[in-house]
């Protein structure tokens, strides 16, 4: 049986199941699980979540090491370069985001839900992604799986870093940081 879910991991999943569902269904994602799914269309989607994820890793580690906290944070980034690189593509340029406050650490605690969450889904979308394209396609970005336990550990993490007083800090930083994702899908994805 599984540990009981924590307050806090409870109350970012209540308050972002919308914004959740709305970038699961994002044209840029979606496209991924259709059997009907190309090479390019497979590279369009890759591009376009490239700018999405580094923005959104680069920050949650940046962040992580400027408040000194000890938690790690597996690197997807160079894997999602490489499978881009194997498809023959270039991702462009990363700008540095403008703009943004630095993170408290409840704030941090809602962008690293959405960060490390995203890793739940790329097992399934991995699988479909062999079973669509074939097994020779590179899909390292989403085949970084979660280790039985890895989650509840993290859900434990997240509730350390935020205090019950400042869970809506962390909620609002969950839901910034799923908006900043679907924008940029947005700028880059034309289905």
Do not use: K, N
Not at 123 to 129: G, K, N, S
């Amino acid at each position: 049986m599984s540990p009981p879910t924590p307050p806090l991991a409870r109350q970012l999943r209540d308050a972002t199941r919308d914004a959740h569902r709305s970038l699961d269904h994002h044209p840029a994602l979606q496209c991924l699980l259709a059997p009907t799914l190309t090479r390019e269309a497979y590279g369009a989607s890759l591009l376009a979540l490239y700018p999405a994820h580094a923005a959104l890793e680069s920050r949650v580690c940046r962040e992580i090491s400027r408040l000194g906290l000890r938690l790690r944070v597996p690197r997807r980034l160079p894997r999602l370069a490489d499978d881009l690189g194997t498809l023959g593509l270039t991702p462009e340029a990363l700008a540095y985001e403008a703009g943004v406050s630095p993170a408290s650490p409840a704030t941090l605690a809602g962008e690293l839900y959405v960060l490390e969450g995203s890793r739940l889904g790329g097992r399934v979308i991995a699988d479909r992604l062999r079973r669509t394209l074939g097994p020779g396609v590179p899909h390292a970005f989403f085949s970084l799986a979660m280790v039985p336990g890895e989650w509840s550990r993290r859900l434990a993490e997240l509730e350390a870093l935020c205090p019950p007083g400042q869970r809506e800090a962390a909620v609002a930083g969950a839901c910034e940081a799923f908006a900043r994702f679907h924008h940029q899908l947005d700028l880059r994805f034309r289905a």
